[in-house]
C-alpha cells in the first residue's frame, strides 16, 4: 500500500527554468492538497482540490499552477522557478471533500532547490 | 483571522519525564483541532484530533492531548518521553476558506528533544 507517492524526491532548478512535480494516491481519496514547508514558517497551504475536476488557491499560490489530472493524481507546476521557491514540498490527500475533520495522509517530500 | 499559534519553537526533555507541547487556536465557532509528528527527512504523520465530547483526546504512540476551551488551547502530552519521540509536531485547527472549503491550517511546529 503505497499511500501518497510524489515525485522527483530531489531536483535542483536554475532560476527561469520550469518543472512539474507529480504527486499520486491509491487510497480512493477525494481531496489533495500541495503544501511548502520552509523552516521557521510551517506548513503553508499552496494549491488544494477538494475533489476531482476543482481546484483553488491556497495561502501561497503565486508562482504555482496546479492539475487534477484525475482522482488519484494532482500535480504542481513552477512556469518559472526562483529562488523563492527552494522549499520542501508536499503532497497529501484525505478522503472526503467536505467537513476538514478527515485525517490528512502525507507524502515524503520533494526537495527542491533553485539557484 | 482563524489560526493556530505554537508558542516554543523548541522543547527540550529528558528521557522518562513528562511532557508537553503546546498549542493556542483561534477559531470562530466550534474547532476542530489537530496533531501531526514529522520524523526527519518524512512527511506528517496524524497522531490524534478533537472533534467533540471528552476533552482528553488519546492518540498514537502513547500521546494525549487535552482540550480547554476557555484558554482556548490543545496541548500536547505524554507521561514519560523517549528519546524515539524527538521530531517536529504541528498543531493544526480547521478553517474555512473564502471558498466555503474546509481545510486544515498548521501552526509553525515545535522541535522536540528528548535527552537521554
Redesign the interface.
Known sequence: NAG?TQTPKFQVLKTGQSMTLQCAQDMNHNSM?W?RQDP??????IY?S?SEGTT?K??VPNGYNVSRLNKREFSLRLESAAPSQTSVY?C?SSPKS????D???????SWLTVV | AQSVAQPEDQVNVAEGNPLTVKCTYSVSGNPYLFWYVQYPNRGLQFLLKYITGDNLVKGSYGFEAEFNKSQTSFHLKKPSALVSDSALYFCAVRVVTSGGSYIPTFGRGTSLIVHP
Not at chain 1, 40 to 45: D, E, F, Q, S
Not at chain 1, 98 to 101: C, N, Q, R
Open positions: 501518497v492538497y503544501y521557521g514558517m510551517g506548513l503553508r497551504l488544494y477538494a483553488d491556497g495561502e508536499f497529501a467536505t467537513g476538514g475533520l485525517t490528512i495522509y502525507f507524502g515524503e517530500g
